[in-house]
């Protein structure tokens, strides 16, 4: 409950009532989770598997190979994770990937300047695409060509599926966007690779002996990637266009200092709103002290934006925009639950925060900076949260800007 009545949230559109339980039975085969406690433990516990991201079908179609990692359990996926932790530690962006993120960064930042307007999501998306590339190995094909097929599979996610016939349509348009990927991305990646080899994801699957689950690895890393970043990206530059005051301390402060910001935004409003667990046996859970027995073959459904509220973790006005916040349990990061939690913990959480801060770090340095029209709120079924677009910001050419600054130094010499 909100002791000041303020709320922040800018994605409000599926906001439930505040007072709702953290435990609720939404029928004999359904549980909703609301509270961080119950949520930890369905994320670290054994005995439930993924089933979010389409992993039913993602199952489907791996039976008789490898699951994608984002789909695997038990020993796999932990021998997996663990493998491929060099590539998302903290450390590791730090030192590898940061002057790729200031690069690709200050370039985006001088073709806005010379225009002096640009579409934001479309910004976040071009750095986005440039530094999963990178760290996939996806760069032996055209980045603008790579990210309208990246954002494809992301594509019409709103449509009703409504009969047969207009869900094997889909399926139809699915595959086709699947064999566009493949042919004209992976493909000459695995090539290349082959014959030389990188320090990527790809590369390490290669020495893993995986063939053609490659390509269901390279869209779970890829879309992730690119998605969750863009919307990051949009999200916390409209906070910081609205509230003069916290932009100033997104950049007096350090890059350490500017992610703090942006995890208490994170946690605000979290990109994927809904993380679902399917129980493969009975368990019990422990709701504040009451045994609640969970069936096999549950499906218990994690409502993110109400964990990341819980005031148990998140304090008093859980609502409140409050980089100064206090998380209560210190065993949780400053985001709560917004990259997970657990052994399917995002891996990627590192890269998008660093990518999202050296990126506004340089947008709002930009001379006359200015949202010129906010961004439209739509739902992605996917990740059940909110997506973005339309988002418009200007500033000073880099023409006009040049121009005065020759005037001003005219100035000082005629004095």
């Known amino acids: 409950m909100e002791l000041d009545g303020r709320d922040d949230r800018k994605t409000s559109f599926n906001n439930g009532a505040y007072d709702q339980p953290a435990f609720e039975r939404i029928s004999s085969k359904e549980i909703r989770i609301r509270g961080v406690d119950l949520a930890r433990q369905i994320l670290r516990g054994n005995g439930l598997r993924q089933a979010g991201f389409m992993a039913d079908l993602a199952n489907r179609f791996t039976r008789s190979s490898r699951a994608p990692v984002l789909f695997q359990e038990g020993e796999a996926h932990r021998k997996q994770r663990s493998a491929t932790a060099r590539f998302f530690a903290p450390k590791v962006v730090a030192v590898r990937y ?87 991305d992976v493909m000459p990646a695995i090539r290349s690779h082959r014959i030389e080899g990188r320090e990527d994801i790809i590369s390490h699957l290669i020495d893993q002996g995986y063939t053609r689950e490659i390509l269901t690895e390279c869209i779970t890393y890829g879309v992730a990637g690119v998605a969750a970043t863009r919307e990051l990206i949009v999200l916390a530059a409209w906070h910081l266009f609205d509230r003069p005051e916290l932009r100033k301390r997104f950049l007096d402060s350090d890059e350490v200092g500017r992610i703090v910001v942006l995890e208490e935004i994170l946690r605000l409003e979290p990109v994927v709103g809904t993380l679902y667990r399917r129980a493969e046996r009975d368990i019990v859970l422990n709701d504040n002290g009451r045994p609640e027995d969970v069936s096999a073959g549950t499906l218990l459904a994690i409502d993110v934006r109400a964990v990341n509220a819980d005031s148990a973790a998140a304090g008093v006005c859980p609502h409140r925009l409050d980089p100064d916040r206090q998380i209560q349990d210190h065993r949780l990061p400053r985001s709560l639950m917004s990259f997970g939690d657990g052994t399917h913990r995002c891996p990627g959480a590192a890269i998008a925060l660093q990518e999202t801060a050296i990126f506004l770090n340089q947008l709002f340095r930009v001379p006359g900076i200015r949202l010129a029209r906010a961004p439209t709120i739509s739902s992605n079924s996917i990740v059940e949260s909110y997506e973005l677009r339309g988002a418009v910001v200007t500033c000073f050419r880099a023409s006009r800007v040049q121009t005065r600054v020759r005037a001003r130094r005219s100035i000082v010499y005629d004095q």
């Open 98 to 184: 940061r002057q790729l993120m200031a690069e690709q960064s200050a370039r985006i930042m001088r073709d806005f300047r010379s225009i002096g307007r640009a579409d934001l999501d479309s910004m976040g998306m071009e750095l986005s695409v440039a530094v999963t590339a990178e760290i996939v190995g996806l760069n032996d094909s055209g980045l603008p060509g790579l990210a309208n097929r990246l954002n494809s599979f992301l594509a019409d996610q709103q449509q009703p599926r409504v009969g047969k016939l207009a869900a094997s349509l889909r399926m139809v348009v699915a595959l086709c966007r699947m064999l566009r990927f493949f042919f004209c």
